[in-house]
């Protein structure tokens, strides 16, 4: 198709939504692709292939670099790093932040997956690491990383997200912060590991248990209540990520897997798997991770992720360059199951349109996201909502703070406090130049 009668095309699509939407299934009609990059319009980017003859650039007329026995990013890449929280390395907790506006597709790459490392990384022999199952078990174990690559493996996909991720989305004003620096604490990939409910079956747990406490081989030793459901349900011993051994940041040789629940509770370093027939009510649960709710209450445990969308492109950090057709992307994941719906607003939630789910919508995974929009150069905000298969739908920031102060009433929507600011729905506001900002909308 000519550069003309493309545009033609794309300029005969009417709009679906307020502010230029377009159909999603424009981004599945013939001929029609958006301009690739959010940050880039059609008009403003494309050149026409007889516009110039092809040339042939030094690095077409030389010899390439050696093959390396592990391949490395680019240098042209070396921006696309993860940011930290404790640069010093100081005896406290450490946070590397996935930079979602940098990158695409639904799994995130290893070495930009987040961590939080409250004392630090372990230098873990693999060879001496042990996992010991006891507790109220009939003949209780010891399994080694040798022992466990034995067993049966199942690969799954699946997110991990701090409890305390968006945690930014509080401040009085918003922040003018990168996707990365709001929403960086959440993290997809592929897993690869042993069933938790195949080692269960080996040691014999005793009927009375209904819980177990997992606790990690880091010198703080972190540890955490997980209810015995989840553990014969779809809780893995993870041995690798995408492809390869999980990574020493994300809990080397072995770390627990409890696809949908809080990040903290997927304990990593893992050593020790005790069952017992109460909550161990440790620090971190009794402390650190409790969710507060209006009245001065709190909930005594909070497990579950809640359905959350965000928008990675464009966003804070991009800009426009002039009017034109733009492909907005972005990620949406739910602890509850798949993702079902996502709508995304031109217009601050004035009207919305349908985006379209890009690849399969696995359980507790990342699904992306995307929405065909033409930019007529005025100023616009950028929202995306998400509803998973159960029902669940993505806050408002207007219902969170209409609600707020109502706490002689009953709690009729508990997802609304338990939410809060961490899932509420993200604002990018575009003006007339094409600057992007986080705004509160």
């Not at 592990?70 to 696309?80: I, T």
Request: aromatic fraction near 8%; glycine fraction near 10%; include cysteine.
């Amino acid at each position: 198709m000519s550069k003309d009668k493309h545009q033609k095309t794309l300029d005969s699509l009417p709009p679906v939504a307020g502010n230029g939407l377009l159909d999603r299934r424009a981004l599945l009609g013939q001929g029609i692709l958006m301009a690739g990059a959010a940050v880039a319009g059609v008009g403003a980017s494309a050149t026409g292939a007889a516009a110039e003859p092809l040339k042939d650039d030094p690095w077409s007329t030389t010899m390439g670099g050696p093959t390396p026995l592990r391949q490395q990013p680019s240098k042209f890449e070396k921006h696309v790093v993860r940011v930290l929280s404790n640069l010093k390395h100081e005896p406290r907790n450490s946070h590397a932040r996935t930079p979602h506006h940098l990158i695409n597709g639904s799994i995130t790459p290893s070495a930009l997956h987040f961590t939080i490392n409250h004392s630090g990384i372990p230098d873990i022999d693999p060879a001496k690491h042990r996992l010991v199952i006891h507790g109220m078990v009939r003949q209780p174990k010891i399994f080694s990383l040798e022992d466990l690559d034995r067993y049966p493996m199942v690969t799954r996909t699946a997110f991990i997200e701090c409890g305390g991720n968006s945690a930014p989305m509080f401040s009085s004003e918003p922040m003018q912060v990168t996707a990365q620096a709001l929403h960086g604490l959440v993290s997809n990939s592929e897993w690869t590991g042993v069933m938790l409910s195949t080692l269960l079956d080996e040691v014999g747990v005793d009927p009375k248990a209904s819980w177990f406490l997992a606790e990690g081989g880091d010198s703080c030793a972190l540890h955490r209540s997980v209810p015995i459901k989840k553990g014969w349900d779809d809780a893995m011993i993870a041995l690798y990520q995408n492809g390869e051994r999980v990574r020493p940041g994300t809990g080397y040789p072995m770390r627990l897997l409890l696809p949908g629940y809080q990040g903290n509770m997927n304990v990593k370093f893992l050593r020790r798997i005790k069952l017992i027939d109460q909550p161990a009510m440790s620090f971190y649960e009794a402390k650190t991770y409790s969710q507060v709710l209006p009245g001065e209450r709190l909930w005594k445990f909070h497990f579950l992720q809640e359905v959350k969308s965000f928008i990675t492109h464009p966003s804070f950090g991009h800009s426009l360059k002039g009017p034109g057709y733009y492909d907005i992307s972005g990620v949406a994941y739910s602890g509850t199951g798949r993702i079902a719906r996502v709508m995304v607003s031109a217009d601050g939630g004035k009207s919305w349109a349908e985006a379209a789910l890009q690849g399969p919508t696995n359980p507790q995974a990342f699904t992306r996201f995307r929405a065909p929009w033409r930019w007529d150069g005025k100023p616009a905000i950028l929202q995306s909502r998400a509803w998973d298969e159960a029902g669940n739908v993505q806050p408002l920031r207007a219902e969170i703070i209409a609600n707020r102060g109502q706490s002689s009433q009953p709690v009729t929507n508990p997802n609304v406090f338990i939410n809060q600011h961490y899932n509420s729905i993200t604002s990018w506001g575009i003006d007339g130049k094409g600057e992007i900002k986080h705004v509160y909308a």
